[in-house]
């Protein structure tokens, strides 16, 4: 399948789709399951309804901005890579729903992406803060890994754990929202979870995805380095790890799941995780590696819905 490709720019109120592809929304709408789905495990229940909304907006505020950040950082890099047919294979990709990376393919200017990425920042800032100031200190954390992660893209491989960490910011900072002093165990417990899952289901699937325009332009990945089968163990142990992490998480929260709700836990991991890693062990191809990272995004929606289900129950 071919990326998105449009015949020309469109005008008007339809060129926002172009703003909201830099951002990669529809990602970062599934992202947003994971601060909420984080709040609740800590809470136990819902917060005050003042307090979701501005986590609501603070969160979308966050995503969009940070992924709209990745595209800046990585401008002239992308603008090579679009030059020289990079994009070339993207359609099955969550982020390229709308078209993939805009600004390299000249539909939207350096300074308006800049434009947009302020603007979202400058919500996010207020945002968190008024939640709590550590929130806003985890929000400029993320933003910086954020853009050490891209400019690591020809140093070193294990840049993927910078992503790792990006990843845990949005539910870390969840907690603290809704919880000044939250337990120790529930943050270790989601950071690892978080972070695992991050490792396992997105970063390495994905580079894995674009592992030939990757060795073309001499970037350092999990899959470049470390080879095929090497790369699927660290994605099925970081998989199998993040599943582990997760249940202890779900076991020392409020929520009390129950021995049933554990195990559907334990079944969306199995089907949405393990499954599709065990098709790219069986038969590794940048396609399955994309069924992979693609189901893998649904994860923590998937869990969110578990929860809200069980609250209403």
């Known amino acids: 399948m071919s990326s998105t490709v449009l015949n020309q720019p469109p005008a008007g109120l339809a060129r926002l789709r172009l703003f909201w592809a830099l951002s990669r929304t529809p990602h970062g709408v599934l992202d947003m399951a994971t601060p909420a789905l984080a709040a609740l495990i800590c809470l136990g229940g819902f917060p005050p309804l003042g307090r979701t909304l501005l986590g609501i907006i603070t969160a979308f505020a966050g995503y969009t901005a940070v992924y709209a950040l990745n595209d800046l950082v990585d401008y002239r890099h992308d603008k090579t890579k679009f030059a020289s047919g990079g994009f070339g294979d993207s359609g099955s990709d969550l982020d390229a729903v709308f078209v993939r990376h805009p600004m390299a393919q000249g539909y939207l200017t350096f300074y308006e992406g ?186 923590p929606l998937s869990l969110l819905v578990l929860v809200l289900i069980h609250m209403a129950l």
Not at 132 to 147: M, Q, S, Y
Not at 150 to 171: A, D, F, Q, S
Not at 224 to 253: K, N, P, Q, V, Y
Not at 267 to 296: Q, S
Request: with cysteine; proline share 6%; net charge positive.
């Open 114 to 299: 800049l434009l947009w990425a302020l603007a979202w920042s400058t919500v996010g800032v207020v945002g968190a803060y008024w939640l709590n100031p550590v929130c806003l200190w985890i929000f400029l954390a993320g933003c910086l890994l954020e853009a050490l992660y891209c400019l690591l893209g020809r140093v070193t491989h294990y840049r993927t754990l910078v992503n790792g960490i990006v990843k845990t910011c949005g539910p870390l900072a969840a907690v603290f929202a809704v919880d000044p002093h939250p337990a120790p165990g529930i943050l270790f417990w989601l950071f690892t979870a978080m972070f695992l899952w991050e490792i396992g289901g997105q970063n390495v699937p994905n580079d894995w995805a674009d592992i030939d325009a990757d060795r073309k332009f001499k970037a350092r990945t999990i899959p470049i380095h470390f080879g095929a089968r090497r790369a699927i163990r660290i994605i099925l142990g970081s998989l199998t790890g993040s599943m582990a992490a997760g249940l202890m998480l779900f076991a020392l929260s409020p929520l009390e799941l129950g021995r049933l709700g554990l195990l559907l836990v334990l079944i969306i991991g199995v089907v949405l995780l393990m499954v599709p890693a065990f098709n790219l062990y069986r038969k590794p191809t940048p396609r399955r590696a994309m069924v992979l990272f693609n189901r893998a995004s649904c994860y």
